[in-house]
């Protein structure tokens, strides 16, 4: 299976920050990279696939970049209710595994 | 389309339970479909697809005890849920799978159902 790991597991910030997380995978995935926002009590919801393309009605402060087996997703000015974690996934093979998690929260 | 989950339940371990995904909004056979799942507190797993033409998989944690299947009359997604063990705790969703010429990816959610498995 391709594995995935995420950094930093949490961070703090303020508003207006700029975030980024990234998210490695353990062999080469091209572009087959999907980020995911999860607010707490809620279901998860797609932001980015193809690990740049913005997902429609998403603002356009999230971004995504990557390929290959290293990948990045970044907040250029953090609002409040950016609060969530995030989740990178592969889909380049099944199982269609999940990182573990970027928990961000307001400093 | 909008997908909403029912069957939650609290069940004890070796029982049985059935999830139900009605699917509105759109027709189930023109999609993929899964099944993923969230232990408290914890992150996300997948655990089943059925494709467009039926084919289905499954995570090897859920292989021989759970069954994704559909009733394309009425639109809905299943989950049969066998042999059940405390470590299938989680609320379960079930997503739409929206094919790309790259990366496929869950488009859609349900709101999850919330599975416990507790003697």
């Known amino acids: 299976d391709i594995q995935l790991t995420q950094s930093p597991s949490s961070l703090s910030a303020s508003v207006g920050d700029r975030v980024t997380i990234t998210c490695q995978a353990n062999?080469?995935?091209?572009?087959?990279l999907n980020w995911y926002q999860q607010k707490p009590g809620k279901a998860p919801k797609l932001l980015i696939y193809?690990?740049?393309t913005l997902q429609t009605g998403v603002p356009s402060r999230f971004s995504g970049g990557g390929s290959g087996t290293h990948f990045a997703f970044t907040i250029s000015s953090l609002q409040p209710e950016d609060v969530a974690t995030y989740y990178c996934?592969?889909?380049?093979?099944?199982?269609?595994?999940f990182g573990p998690g970027t928990t961000v929260d307001l400093k | 389309v909008q997908l909403q989950e029912s069957g939650p339940g609290l069940v004890k371990p070796s029982e049985t339970l059935s999830l139900t995904c009605s699917v509105s909004?759109?027709?189930?056979?023109?999609?993929?479909w899964s099944w993923i799942r969230q232990p408290p507190g914890k992150g996300l797993e997948w655990v089943s697809i059925?494709?467009?033409?039926?084919?289905?998989y499954y995570a090897d944690s859920v292989k021989g005890r759970f069954t994704i299947s559909r009733d394309n009359s009425k639109n809905t997604l299943f989950l049969q849920m066998n042999s059940l063990r405390v470590e299938d705790t989680a609320v379960y969703y079930c997503?739409?799978?929206?094919?790309?010429?790259?990366?496929?990816?869950?488009?859609?959610w349900g709101r999850g159902t919330m599975v416990t498995v507790s003697s």
């Open positions: 062999q080469d995935i091209s572009d087959y």
């Open positions: 996934q592969q889909y380049h093979d099944l199982p269609p595994l």
């Open positions: 909004g759109g027709s189930i056979t023109t999609y993929y």
């Open positions: 997503a739409l799978v929206a094919v790309r010429l790259s990366s496929d990816a869950f488009d859609v």
């Open positions: 193809d690990a740049s």
């Open positions: 059925i494709y467009s033409a039926g084919k289905t």
